[in-house]
Nanobody
Framework: QVQLVESGGGLVQPGGSLRLSCAAS????????IAWFRQAPGKEREFVAG????????NYGDSVKGRFTISRDNAKRTMDLQMNSLKPEDTAIYYC??????????????????WGQGTQVTVSS
């Protein structure tokens, strides 16, 4: 089992950057695929980025490709999301999620078993 806690959200101006972190508890963190999702008011939860258990493979949602970078450190049991060139439409609650490792990085929130409580990101001038 894995417990996840996000941090690093806040208010940033358009064009700015933020780095979100997700800290995990549990000895088997390295055996889980990890992802970031986000949910804006009135919208469905959206896949942002995912990374496989070893960190060798990543995937990104179309709206964040080239701007966001996902990474993980299994020794520290952490996962980060570096967000650059932020836009107002990036405003949402961001969640980290985990599922037992597979060769595929899943895009659907239903495929993830463990979730953090979320951290708010607001992009506004």
């Amino acid at each position: 089992q894995v417990q996840l806690v996000e941090s690093g959200g806040g208010l940033v101006q358009p064009g700015g950057s933020l780095r979100l972190s997700c800290a995990a508890s549990g000895r088997t963190f390295g055996y889980y695929n990890i992802a970031w999702f986000r949910q804006a008011p009135g919208k469905e939860r959206e896949f942002v980025a995912g990374i496989n258990w070893s960190g060798s493979h990543t995937n990104y949602g179309d709206s964040v490709k080239g701007r966001f970078t996902i990474s993980r450190d299994n020794a520290k049991r952490t996962m980060d999301l570096q967000m650059n060139s932020l836009k107002p439409e990036d405003t949402a609650i961001y969640y980290c999620a985990a599922r037992p490792y597979t060769t595929t990085i899943y895009y659907n929130a239903r495929d993830y078993t463990y979730w953090g409580q979320g951290t708010q990101v607001t992009v506004s001038s």
